[in-house]
DNA sequence: TCAGACATGTAAGTCGTTACATGATTCA
DNA sequence: TGAATCATGTAACGACTTACATGTCTGA
């Protein structure tokens, strides 16, 4: 593939949890190649339209299988919200409220974006082409027809299904965060409530 | 506050969803006080025990209120283990499962950890004092008391319960990202099967 | 007395983004 | 014909981490 391709890629696919820029990845593939991870391929075509084809290695393959068995950290530890929120602590009970509002939003359009992600997906899971709009967004990237031989279709589903499932963990952590919303509010709420009565007493 | 207190503060009480480093922390109120958003008081102490406060100023403190208001980026778009189950997406289904499962552990270990800091931090939003814990860690954070004044007890119960709900968050991405795993590892034992009967046919 | 917490800072380096430069090709 | 897309790359910068340097005070 060439990084362009694998740009798309990212972008298309995996957008909701990964990015990267192209600074990053011409880099890392000369990096790559520096340590005999991957080689690279003839340019093809001229001038500012040339493509540059990188392949994997042997060694670049072994690597790989062993980093996808090494532990993952655990997801990130920075969420510039709870920051605000946790900071808000001092502040008007109503501003809190507005900053869980405004996270709430945000997250309900989140998960409605993926619900209708979602629903493009299901149908290739059934064993059912790809929708044109992946196919299209994934185009280079060689997806498997779930036409033709049992074996391809078993693979061609197994990776419809796992997109899926990356959709579906974005599903999942939106509603945790909304059903957080609810529970924030109602707490920010009975708060209010005490605080008024205690001010009255 | 001094550079040192913040980062027990940040370390102690917001460690689960933000964290700095002395190099940042230090660079950084170096900055404010170049940008006039904060003041460096007079060093007390001598030598390598010597402190030195930093307070906002009239400037910061309304920098600061328009930055609460500001619009937050949704949280990071950058997981690892979405990354690793999509690239496995080709490989077998029983190291797809494997990777699932060490997800499973990896947030149910989290989990726990956060039901035990809730548990904690329960009694001082009934009104209670601050849990030795907290109170050593967040120490000269400067936490109200909830005893005497009806003002005081009302800002020291919602400091409690802000604290307590940044935590709740936490458990309630928890519980959504292991219902997931449930999800992903019924759908990948269904493909298994799938595929064994697809195979023998 | 001596390890460990206290406390501040600097330097070096990694990671990642944005902006820019270049130039071919496609298509309205 | 000219804007958009294709495609690769570099340079500059900012955010952040790690490691180090320095010296003091506290408590087992």
Same mark, same amino acid.
């Given at each position: 593939? /060439?990084? +362009? #391709?694998?740009?798309?890629? %990212?972008?298309?696919?995996l957008?909701h949890f990964w990015s990267?820029?192209?600074?990053?990845? +011409?880099?890392?593939? &000369?990096?790559?190649?520096?340590?005999?991870?991957?080689?690279?391929?003839? #340019?093809?075509?001229?001038?500012?339209?040339?493509?540059?084809? +990188?392949?994997?290695?042997?060694?670049?393959?072994?690597?790989?299988? /062993?980093w996808l068995k090494k532990d993952f950290e655990a997801p990130s530890v920075r969420n510039e919200f709870l920051l605000?929120?946790f900071?808000?602590?001092?502040?008007?009970?109503?501003? %809190?409220?507005?900053?869980?509002?405004?996270?709430? @939003?945000?997250?309900?359009?989140?998960?409605?974006?993926?619900?209708?992600?979602?629903?493009?997906?299901? &149908?290739?899971?059934?064993?059912?082409?790809?929708?044109?709009?992946?196919?299209? /967004?994934?185009?280079?990237?060689?997806?498997?027809?779930? $036409?033709?031989?049992?074996?391809?279709?078993?693979?061609? @589903?197994?990776?419809?299904?796992?997109?899926?499932l990356t959709?579906r963990h974005g599903?999942h952590s939106a509603?945790g965060r909304? $059903?957080w919303?609810?529970?924030?509010?109602?707490?920010?709420? $009975?708060?209010?409530?005490? @605080?008024?009565?205690?001010?009255? %007493?």
């Amino acid at each position: 593939m /060439a990084g +362009y #391709d694998i740009k798309k890629l %990212v972008d298309a696919g995996l957008s909701h949890f990964w990015s990267e820029s192209y600074g990053q990845l +011409y880099q890392t593939l &000369g990096r790559l190649v520096e340590q005999g991870l991957a080689v690279r391929g003839e #340019d093809s075509g001229t001038g500012g339209r040339r493509r540059v084809a +990188y392949a994997i290695t042997e060694q670049g393959r072994s690597e790989f299988r /062993a980093w996808l068995k090494k532990d993952f950290e655990a997801p990130s530890v920075r969420n510039e919200f709870l920051l605000k929120f946790f900071l808000a602590s001092r502040g008007e009970v109503a501003e %809190v409220r507005q900053l869980v509002l405004g996270y709430q @939003t945000q997250q309900g359009e989140r998960l409605a974006e993926y619900r209708a992600s979602e629903a493009l997906l299901r &149908g290739a899971v059934e064993g059912g082409p790809w929708p044109d709009e992946l196919r299209h /967004a994934l185009g280079r990237v060689a997806l498997e027809d779930g $036409a033709e031989e049992s074996a391809a279709r078993g693979r061609s @589903t197994q990776q419809a299904l796992i997109l899926l499932l990356t959709l579906r963990h974005g599903v999942h952590s939106a509603e945790g965060r909304l $059903a957080w919303c609810e529970e924030a509010l109602s707490a920010l709420e $009975a708060l209010a409530v005490e @605080t008024a009565r205690g001010e009255k %007493v």
